[in-house]
């Protein structure tokens, strides 16, 4: 237990004090604070510019109006709802027309007639200003007047036109449990998790690696055993990990409590932490730390395969695979289509993807208690089989130097032991 904490202590004061942690850690929690206060800042100020566009539009987006023969009557009307909308005679169109080369804030709408359709010139400075930034809402406008002068030229009433052109109304009934915040919590659990596991892991791998090739683990392999070494490198980096995972936690928990409009989140609807009970933070972190150790120790093994740095990235690529797997497995399954389907309730036994689907599920309410129970025996069982062959793959393979060793080597090496 001793030699455990010694290279656990070792492991976690040097990866500490590494830039990379340090420039990281600092990066990813300005990154959040930045964006929460970007967010919060155009959230915030979209009431009050709508407010302010509302009272200066008859003061500074004046649209001109000319329909010399009458062809959309009532148009210059519906128009009003989006600029301050002036009637103008034939004579006026080349001294408006000449004011809008100068000024964004006039357009001109003219109305005539071509093939017996009405046609709508529309006059502005540029296409980001006037009538021609906003032509898809304008010429929805005139079209609807269009459409029911035309119903009611031809006989029908006006009162059953407007009735008609009313749009449908609709409203969505959600019947499940899963609220806004546990979706958005899950979410980004579920990505935060994978970002540790590959991460944390990496470090795992990368530690082992660099102290073969720097001969220094054959120092570290006289005073402690192999076994001891690999447990307290996993150690040291999981501590690592929740120290940084806590610190983003916090950091974005915070943002989202003063800084982030709720409405944003939940969709105008009350966004709340308070799906995160003693419970249920409780499992989080079970899964976190046993999912953690599940790749750590496959990631430790990748590292005592490899003779240079160099190899370290194609030795960790099955392991990689086997983290991404999970992670699209509880994503695609959980977040973007949850249900109870066959290939569901198998993934989140499967030790490689239950850290991903469990905790989301158990925050949407579609897992039952007994389920959970299982997947946690059922992952704690692999993290034991696999970091006791882990153990052994290490000892047999962490002073061997030469060419990577294949994993089937290492495998026939550690039974030799």
């Known amino acids: 237990m001793k030699q455990i904490f010694t290279v656990f202590a070792f492991t976690l004061k040097d990866a500490i004090r590494k830039k990379a942690f340090i420039i990281s850690t600092a990066v990813i929690l300005v990154l959040i604070i930045g964006g929460s206060a970007v967010l919060a800042v155009f959230m915030g100020g979209s009431d009050e510019s709508d407010s302010e566009a509302g009272d200066s539009v008859s003061s500074k987006n004046i649209c001109y109006y000319l329909d010399e023969h009458n062809i959309l009557p009532g148009a210059s009307q519906a128009l009003s709802v989006l600029y301050d909308v002036r009637e103008i005679a034939p004579e006026e169109k080349e001294g408006i027309v000449a004011q809008i080369k100068e000024d964004k804030n006039i357009s001109l709408l003219e109305v005539s007639a071509k093939n017996s359709q009405p046609l709508v010139t529309v006059y502005s400075k540029d296409f980001m200003s006037g009538a021609g930034a906003n032509l898809t809402v304008v010429s929805q406008i005139i079209n609807e007047i269009h459409s029911m002068n035309y119903l009611v030229n031809a006989g029908v ?3 059953l036109v407007i009735l008609s052109r009313q749009p449908v109304q609709y409203e969505t009934v959600f019947e499940g449990e899963m609220n806004a915040s546990a ?7 579920t990505l935060l998790m994978f970002f540790a596991f590959y991460y944390y892991g990496y470090g795992v791998a990368m530690s082992v690696a660099t102290e073969k090739t720097s001969r220094v683990m054959e120092t570290l392999i006289v005073s402690a055993k192999p076994s001891r070494i ?3 490198k996993c150690f040291g980096m999981g501590v690592l990990g929740i120290i940084q995972f806590a610190l983003i936690v916090l950091t974005g928990a915070a943002c989202i409590k003063f800084i982030i409009p709720s409405e944003l989140l939940s ?10 009970n003693a419970e249920t933070v409780a499992v989080m972190f079970i899964y ?6 599940l790749f750590a120790v496959m990631n430790a093994v990748s590292g005592a395969l490899v003779s240079k740095i160099e190899d370290l990235n194609s030795a960790m690529m099955p392991v990689l695979l086997l983290i991404m797997v999970g992670f699209y497995l509880g994503y695609f399954i959980n977040i973007i289509s949850p249900g109870s389907g066959t290939v569901r309730k198998i993934a989140m036994y499967v030790p490689i993807s239950s850290p991903f689907i469990i905790p989301s599920s158990m925050l949407s309410g579609s ?6 129970v299982i997947s946690v025996l059922i992952l704690a069982l692999s993290v034991v089989a696999v970091g006791a062959l882990s153990v052994k793959i290490y000892s047999a393979s962490v002073l061997h130097y030469g060419n990577k060793l294949k994993f089937k080597d290492a495998i026939k090496m550690s039974r030799q032991k």
């Open 157 to 159: 009433d006006s009162e």
């Open 230 to 232: 690999l447990l307290g």
């Open 367 to 372: 897992v039952e208690p007994y389920q959970i």
């Open 288 to 293: 976190f730390v046993l999912g953690y150790s």
């Open 267 to 276: 969709q105008n609807a009350e966004f709340s932490l308070s799906v995160l």
């Open 183 to 189: 979706y958005v919590i899950g979410v980004v659990f």
